[in-house]
C-alpha cells in the first residue's frame, strides 16, 4: 500500500499540466486587467509567469497535453 502524499510520476505530470494551465489562465487574466489600466496587476501577471516558466522547466516538453 503506497502513502497518500507520495504521487506517482504519472500523476506529478497529471497535475504539473492542471498547474500549468492555472498559471496561464491567471497570467492571461491578469495581463487583461494590466491593459485596462490595474498597474496593480504587475506583480501577480510576473508571478504567474514565473511559476508557469517553472513548471515548464520541470517536465520540459510534457506540458503540453501529447503522450510522447
Partial sequence: MS???IRTP???LHDARQDHARC????????RQLSAGDA???DRHAWALGQAR???NRFPSRLSGETA
Fill in 10 to 12: 504519472a500523476r506529478q
Fill in 3 to 5: 502513502h497518500p502524499l
Fill in 24 to 31: 496561464l489562465r491567471l497570467a492571461a487574466w491578469y495581463r
Fill in 40 to 42: 496593480s496587476m504587475r
Fill in 54 to 56: 517553472k513548471l515548464r
